[in-house]
């Protein structure tokens, strides 16, 4: 078949030792779920048939996005794919149970199913039920990779209940890997020491705006074998769009940080590249990190995101950029 119809970001690649393997670049399927504001299902279906057609092969979803939304509609997607359901792998995460309550528009960020509310439990017994949920509501009959999600406030819990839950899947082969998913380094970097995990997948620590995660998580991850997903490319919105109310990290962006994604940005241009497409290209660049996860609620965003992954970057941008960070950092 010819290169165009193989692009780079659609090469298949090993997720750490795991026989797992990724697209480089995955569609992460939160806005899916109605983040921040409520997605249609015909533009649903529409941003997952881009997704497909571009040649993304690598899906991430979670219980969370909408209350089970995203896994839903993910779920309905590919199994209309029928035997090129194969063709691609899938992620779920576990950690957060669904119950029936009643929840605003909103809630947790997302414009999801409002009749679900969600509750913690990292427990082995959580574990299956999350897992066992998740395949319902999507139709599947099995994730690829399950990830343990957000256990921030949870270390013990997870480390002794969901992790020996999903390694006993693993071995059983209900799963074919499996990982942690978290927006910091520090706990990360503990699970991969002090675990047999497959990989993991970190947000926003690892962009232009932020490389903590290249101190500790990433040698470790390299030295132990363990792949390394990398989200949050765009720091929740000001990488992507340096608008006067951009975000990062969830939050309004402060002055210092608008300042630095101004220079980043002033940097591209005199490249010619725009500032989101160094933004996406960035992680890739670290021997550690397997693929990248975007996320999209439209098959525009998709087309943006697609030229963005094809963009040329000269070595001397990349240069530019590392010495307008280490100018930051005062080395």
Same mark, same amino acid.
């Given at each position: @078949?010819?290169?165009?119809?193989h692009? $780079?970001?659609?090469?298949?690649?090993?997720?750490?030792?795991?026989?797992?393997?990724?697209?480089?670049i995955?569609?992460g399927?939160?806005?899916?779920g109605?983040l %921040?504001?409520?997605v249609?299902?015909?533009?649903?279906?529409?941003?997952?048939e881009?997704? $497909?057609? /571009?040649? +993304?092969?690598?899906?991430?979803?979670?219980?969370?996005y909408?209350?089970?939304l995203?896994?839903?509609?993910?779920?309905?997607?590919?199994?209309?794919?029928?035997?090129?359901r194969?063709?691609?792998?899938?992620?779920?995460?576990?950690g957060?149970?669904?119950?029936?309550?009643?929840? /605003?528009?909103?809630?947790?960020?997302?414009?999801?199913d409002?009749d679900?509310v969600?509750i913690?439990? &990292?427990?082995?017994?959580g574990?299956y039920?999350?897992?066992?949920?998740?395949?319902?509501?999507?139709? #599947?009959?099995?994730?690829?990779i399950v990830? +343990?999600?957000?256990?921030?406030?949870? $270390?013990?819990e /997870?480390?002794?209940?969901a &992790?020996?839950?999903?390694?006993?899947?693993?071995a059983?082969?209900a799963?074919?890997?499996i990982?942690?998913?978290?927006?910091?380094?520090? @706990?990360?970097?503990?699970?991969?020491?002090?675990?047999?995990l497959?990989?993991? #997948?970190?947000?926003g620590?690892?962009?232009?705006?932020?490389?903590s995660?290249?101190?500790?998580?990433?040698?470790?991850? /390299?030295?132990?074998?363990v792949?390394?997903?990398?989200?949050?490319?765009?720091n929740s919105?000001?990488?992507?769009n340096?608008?006067?109310?951009?975000t990062?990290? %969830?939050?309004?962006?402060?002055?210092? !940080?608008r300042?630095?994604?101004?220079?980043?940005?002033?940097r591209c241009?005199?490249h010619?590249?725009?500032?989101?497409?160094?933004a #996406?290209?960035?992680?890739?660049r670290?021997p550690?990190?397997?693929?990248? !996860?975007?996320?999209?609620?439209s098959?525009?965003e998709?087309? !943006?995101?697609?030229a963005?992954?094809g963009?040329?970057?000269?070595?001397?941008?990349w240069?530019?950029l590392?010495?307008?960070?280490?100018?930051?950092?005062?080395?």
């Amino acid at each position: @078949m010819s290169t165009a119809a193989h692009p $780079w970001y659609a090469e298949r690649v090993p997720l750490g030792r795991s026989r797992v393997t990724v697209s480089r670049i995955g569609l992460g399927t939160a806005p899916l779920g109605g983040l %921040y504001s409520a997605v249609g299902g015909r533009d649903a279906t529409g941003t997952l048939e881009a997704a $497909w057609a /571009a040649g +993304i092969r690598y899906f991430d979803t979670a219980p969370h996005y909408g209350a089970g939304l995203a896994e839903r509609r993910l779920g309905a997607f590919l199994t209309g794919l029928g035997t090129a359901r194969a063709e691609c792998t899938v992620s779920t995460k576990v950690g957060r149970l669904l119950v029936p309550g009643e929840s /605003a528009p909103g809630d947790e960020a997302f414009h999801g199913d409002p009749d679900l509310v969600r509750i913690r439990d &990292y427990s082995a017994d959580g574990v299956y039920r999350s897992l066992a949920e998740s395949l319902e509501r999507s139709g #599947l009959d099995a994730f690829d990779i399950v990830l +343990i999600h957000d256990p921030d406030d949870h $270390w013990k819990e /997870a480390l002794t209940g969901a &992790y020996p839950a999903l390694a006993r899947l693993r071995a059983e082969g209900a799963v074919r890997a499996i990982g942690v998913g978290m927006n910091q380094t520090a @706990m990360l970097t503990r699970f991969v020491t002090e675990t047999d995990l497959d990989c993991v #997948l970190v947000a926003g620590r690892y962009s232009l705006l932020d490389r903590s995660a290249a101190e500790e998580l990433l040698p470790a991850c /390299a030295e132990r074998k363990v792949g390394v997903l990398v989200g949050g490319v765009f720091n929740s919105g000001i990488l992507a769009n340096l608008a006067p109310d951009a975000t990062f990290d %969830y939050t309004p962006a402060s002055e210092a !940080v608008r300042r630095h994604a101004l220079a980043l940005g002033e940097r591209c241009a005199a490249h010619g590249v725009a500032l989101a497409a160094a933004a #996406l290209r960035f992680p890739l660049r670290h021997p550690a990190v397997t693929g990248v !996860v975007v996320g999209a609620r439209s098959s525009q965003e998709i087309t !943006v995101n697609v030229a963005h992954a094809g963009a040329t970057i000269p070595e001397e941008l990349w240069a530019d950029l590392d010495a307008l960070d280490g100018e930051r950092d005062g080395s």
